[in-house]
């Protein structure tokens, strides 16, 4: 278990008005809640992230509205926003070694946002992110070029829309699971993401696992958690 | 228009017992009607084919049952079966010049019987085929050994399931049209070929269409009209 | 390979700050990429567009937001807008002679922004466009008065919403390819364009490929790409 | 009310073991219940044939199973079996006369069982029907020979499998209510019938109504009844 | 053929700027073609009215903007508009004898916007509309409280949104065509109108025909046709 | 806690081979686990009878294939087998009296195996089941004839195919939960029961709750379990 | 039946002028008619609750916009909103005894609008409600703690999207029917609440039961009922 | 990357007749191509075996048919044939030792097929499986028994159909991913295993990804490689 996220075992759960927090989730899955701030007022979020600290568990909000992201900017300077991906963490405070970084692979600009959810989930965990953008299948020497930094990692996150090719093209040249991302990116028969999601799932590479349409936190978690598995050796 | 197709434009029908006959096809659409021999019996294949050679139409059937392409085998020992494609056809009469090949790729060997089928139909055309098999994305390097076997050619069609992925990579290496073929090959959730389907459909390569689910015909036809334009010019 | 679009073929990769041109892409496939400028800045497109200038590459952008368009039109006084196709093109340098004409269909009035796309793509091809509006099938002399039209044309591309029946009716007319375009225009069970793109791909008609909803510019390039075919032979 | 098909108003229901039978169903609505065999045994259908023909009505069952069809037939020498059409009929006493015709009309050679339920169903009703078949859109000519066929109809009932675009054709050619009929003729992206009807849902002819996917008895029904409208002046 | 709204048939297409009218479709199909406005802008609906009025054609538009509705007003001072249907029709010149009225009916009064616009439909057609609104299955004598009104009429539009029951119950009551329109009201799993489609296409009642998901028009077109037969014996 | 159900409470889990049986189900749920017999084999069947008889549990299971059925009849004979219903279960020692009975009612005679298999849920579980069958909606005057037979009843079962409407009729004359059950029985557009399953998850009645298709068992469980809810006053 | 719901019987329909209400509904299911408010102006609305308590009985209204619900605080000062739950109600006036309380279940904060719709339904209905926030499957430990508030449960009401198996696992903890909400929260491959919906459909637990997505008055009143079941002994 | 899979890296294509075997996929990801034999003859599995033995490979195929398993076994003596899981497989010849086993966790019986699918893949990658049967979310208490069971685990494989509920509550318990496989066991509303499979692409719990509809093979492939992935450090 990672020692900076540790908190007492025994106080299992903290009740505020409209919320319960799962203080006992770091001992048994590795890493502390997330909080999901998507239908949370402000003041949610901020009395979970002083329940929280209070405990010794480093914070980390997902899908944070711009004006509650101010807020929590001002409210805990220690913390790091990112706008694009509407994200806010801590630091976690022993950082631990780990078994290797993770490679962000984006096929086109438009997955920035999902890319960077990704990233910011990854880096909380303590873990190294190389990114590599805008690769996807259509100009394939792209992704030829940069096959030299998957050099060193353990997990990849593959975010692209439209048909979803890239993760299959990207399992095909690495020895470690990619997690692939489906976007909405796209138009017409995409449809919400749907066609990037079926693709993946039918990836004829083995070594693909799919998470949720845009779902850039899931995917980074889970990398981020083959990243540090050194812990159960 | 194909010389060898060519019939008399003033007799537009040929009323059978139990279909009507197309017989100004190909002076319209440069080839003549194709037999989808599908609901038909042996019987009403054998009167369109005698029909249509009566008129110096070289015909053609897809979807044909092993029973009936036994006997129209034996009735026609002009005409050339195949059991894989479960196709038969005639060989035109006077071979025109094309302007180029076509290309049929396949991404596994269960597109096979759909290759096949695109194949058969190429050749009723007149047209040169070019087959690159199992060269699907999760061995990249597969299809890069094949990329000069792309010289000559026309258009390409370009037959995958689970996925659909490997049109968008043959279409970032070529200067001409693609014709995706989605397959029904793969389970879970390809969902009878949907999967593909939408992969094609969202293709980020520019020079992709796409037709229907193991429509190995029409992605034959597509290819070989392109493969003849130069009637055109 | 058109000589207007040409670039040198060792410099293949563009790095800008948030995106990766595909210089090699005019070498590899005969036009160069395509700005798809949907999830872009206007400062990005203005980069990316003053990179492929230099490169001698005649830029295209597709869905170009109201505020980049008027940006890019002071911008670049030689560049061509089109607010209702919602495109911005550079004309080729060097035009080179080609095939055919390519014919634009339309059902009815609510698909012209789609149909203004295509056109726009096949202008920047250096294909001339024929255009043939609101020919639905309800009322079936509309297209038969137009047939002519048809003449010395290589390829066309048919769209239309609801029920999506043209480009089988127009199928059965010519004798090249047809790129079938299904749109959302409708209500309903249209279900977005589903109802039209499901028709296209079971057109009973051969020479019918489909691409996907609303793709105006996809309709284009295949067709443009099959009337320039004359660069293989 | 058609005097053929009368029965006394008040006895509404006769009990059988295994189903409960409307008799007052042509008083309310024009015509006797209908008896669907699809999950009913042999057995069953004789035992409600001879509780109708006790009570003067002509009785008439679709989805009828081979071996019960012939055990009808032995079993009521004055009833009418069409193996095609998977239906036994009866024929009604006391013929009325009509305001129209129905016409048939099927794109291809495979939706003829459809048609011919339609058509068993139509004569049923006393209506006379007019069949023309194998008249798809890909050869236009093909429908616009037969338009004169229309004279004298009051309701076309239109059968069309894979993009089912006939109904809308035929729409814009006449003055009376079309109903058409999807099939499940044709192979992937078709799902069904699912194609065809949504076609025909999104139909721009304004007088094309649709029932269910294969549902000749259906679309019979209703043609026959608008046929016999005169009832109600 | 209904004489008021006859034409020339020899003149069949106006070319406006950006429509094509068809001014046969009266003497093909017994009403002239009907304006969808949806896409149009307020100018081109004043331009073909302004052509159809000249051709002695009572003009009718449906999917009317309130901003055209209100110019549509002032402009042509015979016409009427419905803000509620979204309508805007003229009187026909010689009104004729029918064979019977139409009823309308809403499940709940959610469904008031699509029964207007089919009644302005069946009004423009000249026949009778008989209005039962908010008769829905769950009070089920609300319905039996009404069946009287439906004495004399040659048609029902019945219009039900959720699970779209009330077709299959008023099917069962009446001896004459029931056109069933779905509608988007409802939530959840209604999916838009989804719900009641599949309801209304699978009812249980013989007749029972469907249109699209709030087509209004259509419903009361195809009934108001159904109730001018009389003019084919 | 129905007491002929009883079991010891600290027992939680029986290990056969193959299976693992939650013996506290009863303590903890009111009844019994029953066994879903579909993947399992005839012996594994047997052993876990054997199991639960052992710890003075009366089996029943559903979704028996036939052979297995024979065996268990021959293996247990007082047990009830009901080869219509798939079911094979015990009576339960100790019958307690219940608040009220089921009704379990059909749309047509096609729904009978699932109506059987809710009843013999519903008498495993001690409670009286009142039988309805056949009064679908098309036939309204019959579910009226039937009304009465609702009197002394705790909650009804409404099983219906095609446009599932049965529920929201039955749920419009009752004061009491309505537990619908959509069927497969009906072709075409009803894709399998999803038509059913939306109509009546949609339906405007108050007091209907839907289950899976064709699960008649959960049907039956659900009215049964209301009609013992005595236990808790 | 309950005795503060009660009108007279005779006087089945009160027509107002855009709604007709079901002043017997009481008398004939339990529970007076629910003013469903998503179409309706607030003139309709306070018409209704006047001819409601004309009739003595005590309205209750869903779906209610803001500027609504402002209206009949100030018209209705007896009646309570409850603006998180879009609701209006009045007190029933001679409260009867129940047979049980309903526990109200969530998954997250996010699902409380829809609880708060379950509870006012329940309370309107004379039922206590026992609510249990924030349970999710994920922090399994939260439910544990609180099964003991299950204890005098009739019935329980549980809310969850994303995956929807919350219902499963407190169907696995209770002896009464839990009726199962989906909600629309989530994103993604949730499509707007299907995945919770088809979870919650195949629950491997016998006594789940579904309603439609977002429908906590459905689910309300479905668990009230139930809890008020004493009145058919 | 594992000795005991490694072949010579300039080698990396094998063709034989009708395939193109990918001899540098161990070089490049870890582990050699798995053979995938659904569409393939006896003789081409039998082929590509005995070219990957020739380059000492050791093989590995999946859903083999019974009669092609049985040829199999006796042609090649050393392999180990599961007719459960359709495999067959061979020892690698040097196992490597491995950071974790891996957990394949069942809901059902049912399941089992595709549980031991992922088990001989398991094994066939060198690591340690823990089964861990029929624990589905109907019964709480027995996935709890069972928690010790994880200890020393590096990845869980959970399988489920119906709702797929149980990846979610086993990702609540532990600290390293779940690989979750959804099932097509259940019926109705489940169609063909789409509920278990959106089910688990919405999971609340953050460690859970998926993989296509009982893709046990998969599911196993990618748990062995995280499993193995001390290999990087």
Redesign the interface.
Known sequence: ?NAEFATEKHE??ARLE???I?L??AG????P??V?A???TTE?VVAIFEEQLAHGIAPYATRVRPETLEVLTHHFPDGIPNPTARTFRFLPKNPQPT??KVAIVT????D?PVAEEARETVLWMNVEAVMI??????????LM?RVGDFS???AAVVIA?????LP??V???????V?AV?T????????????????????????????????G??GG??AG??AT?????
């Open positions: 278990m299992k759960t409209t919320a319960s799962d006992a989730r048994r899955c590795g890493f809640e997330v999901y998507e239908g949370k949610t078994c290797g096929a086109g600009t438009s920035l953008h805008d690769v996807g299948v259509a100009g394939p020497h792209r070029e060193g990692c353990a829309g439209m048909e979803g090719a299959s093209v399992g095909g040249y690495v020895d470690f699971p997690i489906p909405s990116v796209g138009y017409g028969a995409n449809f919400g993401g749907l066609s990037a999601l079926l693709g993946m799932l039918n990836s004829c590479a083995s070594n693909v696992a799919v998470v949720n349409i845009d779902a936190f899931k978690y889970l958690m083959i598995q050194h812990k159960n050796s």
